[in-house]
């Protein structure tokens, strides 16, 4: 019993100690980090407490803030908006699944196949990245123009009818789910081109010798040595596509007949339009609960793929 007690005693201080002569070997370590982490709580961490407190209050440019508590929970959700914006920016993710996350699969896989061409390629599926989001955005609104736009134009020279893309409720969600799978794909498709490189040449020199085609190819070796990556980049497109903001606000303003109000151009109606903070921080938080969730959902995917 002694021996036990003096051997605790013992512990303690020594691993003090340790923690001790790490904290001083990191101190340098620490002071570079600190600017980086002072700014990041100050941009970060701090709007996001400042916006869970603001939920929880009416909060305007001229009176103090009063606690309301649920109240701006209430009145947001009592909104006809609401369930509108909500299924806008379902029916957004869904289009961007169908369209947006196979394009990029589909467009690494044929460049990783080419013999010629394959930097040329690269680089013209990837320069859409580098064009900032307004300049797409505004150069899109050209193409969709129902006058002399691009798209119309082509169409008439087929003698093919002309198409209201961004007039009507019917067309003006699927064009704007094509203008972002134009702007986003080349990024993933470059991931998709690293995984893909990672793939060992063996496996497919080996299904060559047994006569596999393409397809067996691709369906038995390709698809599931990817796999791990292809998980992750549907969680971070599903969280991506459901904070949807620019392409609605500059193409159609939520429009036509909030046709493509989203979540966030709700959110941002609350907050510049009628000057309800409250509410709008309210709405926020209540994206930022469904976003979490999918954050949760992306870490249990990685801490599972690295298991395997």
Same mark, same amino acid.
């Given at each position: 019993m002694r021996e036990r007690v003096t051997s605790t005693v013992f512990v303690q201080p020594r691993r003090q100690s340790r923690w001790r002569r790490a904290l001083a070997h990191n101190i340098p370590a620490y002071l570079f980090l600190l600017p980086a982490l002072l700014l990041f709580a100050t941009f970060a961490w701090y709007p996001i407490a400042r916006g869970f407190v603001i939920s929880f209050q009416r909060v305007d440019l001229i009176n103090p803030p009063v606690w309301v508590g649920l109240a701006n929970f209430r009145l947001v959700v009592s909104d006809p908006l609401f369930s509108?914006?909500?299924g806008n920016t379902i029916q957004f993710t869904l289009l961007a699944l169908l369209l947006g996350y196979l394009a990029p699969v589909i467009l690494a896989i044929a460049v990783n196949e080419m013999r010629h061409g394959r930097s040329y390629f690269r680089l013209a599926f990837y320069l859409p990245v580098i064009l900032p989001p307004m300049v797409v955005v505004i150069l899109w609104k050209w193409f969709y123009d129902p006058g002399p736009g691009l798209i119309n134009t082509l169409l008439r020279a087929l003698h093919l009818p002309p198409q209201p893309w961004l007039q009507s409720p019917d067309t003006a969600m699927l064009s704007l789910v094509i203008l972002s799978t134009w702007a986003n794909a080349g990024g993933t498709m470059l991931l998709y081109l690293a995984a893909l490189q990672g793939i060992p040449a063996h496996l497919y020199d080996a299904a060559e010798i047994d006569g596999a085609n393409l397809w067996q190819r691709l369906r038995h070796i390709t698809l599931p040595q990817i796999r791990g990556v292809m998980l992750i980049l549907l969680v971070l497109q599903i969280i991506g596509t459901m904070q949807v903001f620019t392409e609605p606000f500059v193409m159609t303003d939520g429009g036509p007949v909030n046709a493509t109000l989203t979540v966030l151009m709700l959110l941002y109606r609350y907050a510049f339009k009628y000057g309800n903070f409250g509410a709008a921080a309210? =709405?926020? *938080?209540? @994206?930022?609960?469904? #976003?979490?969730?999918?954050?949760? =959902?992306? *870490?249990? @995917?990685?801490?599972? #793929?690295?298991r395997e």
């Open positions: 509108r914006a909500w309210a =709405l926020g *938080l209540l @994206l930022f609960v469904v #976003l979490v969730a999918f954050s949760l =959902l992306y *870490l249990w @995917l990685t801490r599972r #793929l690295n």
